[in-house]
């Protein structure tokens, strides 16, 4: 297994948004990923307001210290409706109420969650980070962001060790610019959504009903789940059979890129988690298949807008 190239996201076991989750398949799921050598595990404390990071505290605990452990916080909900606070006060309560939550005296990679331009630009965040680290609560700082460009931004203030971004066979833009100018600075590359909240499992089709709750709805009744459908239908013919599903040959596209520190797809069930990790075992793809698809991504409509 290679150790740090793919981890854990604990994001849908938030429920809520995502749909019914089961507390007790979400713990199991984690002992699988466990006993089959995933060491990094991913969250933020949005994630159904606290409860990913309870049932991942849970789930670890005995276990702490054999794990990266990295959660995020900015944003919480009331009532489904999103808010944001990235100012010192509202950071350092989060910090504080996620060290509980997760059970745990140290976080090992804290993330600011998703901030906005603006918010990069003004530096507050990264002073947070900096006090954090000081103080021994935080080991490693990051940041989670949204576009190429705050990725930049965050990587040329020099105060972070990590950034979190999106990335996958159907949307590359990180590539190469922003895997180049993280390599250079030593920054770390954690990718988000390899698997394109889904829709690179293959298992989806243009009748598909989510759970009730669940985002994805959207896609159906605004067209954009037809039109990623025929981009999925692209990859498949292209390189279907290379691995034993389409969701291991997409995440085995993302760790064949050298400036790729660690991919987190997310997982629900013991059985996806066994799936995802198996794909870590399998190795890069060729380079041929992997200059195919990015050929192929030139072709399409324009990228995947993950969020």
Not at 44 to 70: F, I, K, M, Q, T
Not at 176 to 204: C, H, N, W
Not at 254 to 262: D, E, F, M, N
Request: proline fraction near 4%; aromatic fraction near 8%; charged fraction near 25%.
């Amino acid at each position: 297994m290679r150790y740090r190239a793919l981890g854990f996201g604990a994001g849908p076991f938030r429920g809520l948004d995502w749909g019914p989750v089961n507390d007790e398949t979400s713990v199991r799921a984690v002992h699988r990923a466990l006993d089959v050598g995933v060491t990094l595990f991913d969250t933020a404390d949005a994630y159904g307001n606290g409860r990913s990071e309870r049932v991942l505290g849970r789930a670890l605990e005995g276990r702490r210290e054999h794990v990266v452990l990295a959660t995020k916080g900015g944003w919480w909900y009331v009532d489904g409706v999103p808010y944001c606070d990235f100012s010192l006060i509202y950071l350092s309560r989060a910090l504080e109420a996620s060290l509980r939550c997760l059970r745990t005296d140290c976080i090992d990679l804290y993330y600011i969650h998703d901030p906005d331009t603006e918010t990069i630009r003004r530096g507050g965040v990264f002073e947070f980070l900096a006090r954090m680290k000081d103080a021994g609560t935080i080991r490693l700082a990051g940041v989670s962001i949204d576009t190429v460009e705050q990725a930049r931004l965050c990587i040329e203030s020099g105060c972070v060790d990590v950034i979190q971004i999106y990335y996958s066979i159907l949307d590359q833009r990180p590539d190469p610019g922003l895997f180049d100018a993280a390599r250079e600075a030593g920054v770390g590359t954690v990718i988000k959504a390899p698997l394109a909240r889904g829709l690179l499992s293959g298992k989806y089709r243009e009748n598909t009903r989510f759970r009730e709750g669940d985002f994805r709805e959207g896609w159906r009744k605004d067209g954009r789940l037809r039109r990623a459908l025929d981009e999925v239908a692209g990859v498949e013919a292209l390189v279907g059979g290379r691995s034993p599903s389409l969701a291991q040959t997409a995440l085995r596209f993302v760790l064949s890129h050298q400036a790729v520190s660690c991919v987190i797809p997310g997982a629900r069930t013991p059985e996806q988690a066994e799936a995802n990790a198996a794909a870590s075992e399998m190795g890069s793809l060729d380079e041929a298949d992997v200059a195919a698809l990015k050929m192929l991504y030139r072709e399409m409509s324009g990228p995947f807008d993950a969020r």
